[in-house]
């Protein structure tokens, strides 16, 4: 925990301050996670508070700390997944820049520029966005916290409520779908020359 | 130019979802953030303040409305209600000598 519970307790009481203390502690976080989560960092600070905004007026519900932490993550998972669902329109235009994409991630393995780290940190995150947007938004969720957030599969447990097995499977097909979707990708012939790069 | 994975896929997918977290750092948040996150819950608080008014008015109303109506069925109007108190045999009684009151139909005219 970030903070003490009885900082919670006070923020629950309505001791605005305290909730300050919740979001400056969980609000770096959060933001990383809900970045990593919908791609789009021009609206990761409205998600950003859409969450907050949850909290406050749920944290009455609360009443033990150990689940402050899931909760608050169930939270920005629900607020990116109403965001994910919003704009899937948007998030369909781009899957067409896969292949794009792809060649831009090679160029940048592959190069050795001075702004190198950059450009490779950009285009790998846009290789990745681009590859999860081919997923239903719940498997882009349930990867990006597993595999990317890195959270354990007890985390998981208490964030969405199921069994492990159950958690185990949905983790399962959704990589399946993951690769299936990529391999789609790259089956495909390619007009954009024949090199390759290996990660 | 295309790009493969090497080897085991799943391997590879975990090293693109590492450098993938690597590559996103958690951002900073803006110093507008606090301040717009205040703005956005009071006017919250004062939408749900507004609605509460509005669901306790027309709780009211429906109260006051059906009470209104309970009245108007149940007080007795004149010297009949709404429910008639007579025995069922009585009422029958009663449509009988109603139709003793009826002219005979008059058979020549059928």
Redesign the interface.
Known sequence: MLVEFEVIKRAQAGD?PAF?EI?LAY???T??TI??LISR?ED??DV??EV??RL??SLDQLRTAEVFEPWLYRLTVNAAYDYLRKHRRRMESRMSDL?EQ??M???A?AGGRVDHDVR???Q??E??DA?LSQVSEADRIL?TLK????LSLKELEKIYRVKENALKVRLFRA?QR??KA??EE?REP?T???????? | MNWTFKGDENEALDALFRAYREACPDPEASANFMPELWRRIDERQRSVFFMGRWARALVTAAAVLSMGMAAYLYIPRGHRSVFSVESYVEALSAGHSQDADLPEPALDEL
């Open positions: 605005a300050n979001v609000r770096k976080r933001l990383g970045a990593r960092p990761v600070e950003g508070q907050f905004l406050y007026f292949s792809q060649v991630l090679a160029d393995m490779q940190r950009k790998i995150s290789a990745v590859m990867l595999e990317v957030e890195g990589r993951v690769l990529f391999g790259n390619s954009k020359g024949a090199a390759k790069a290996e990660i």
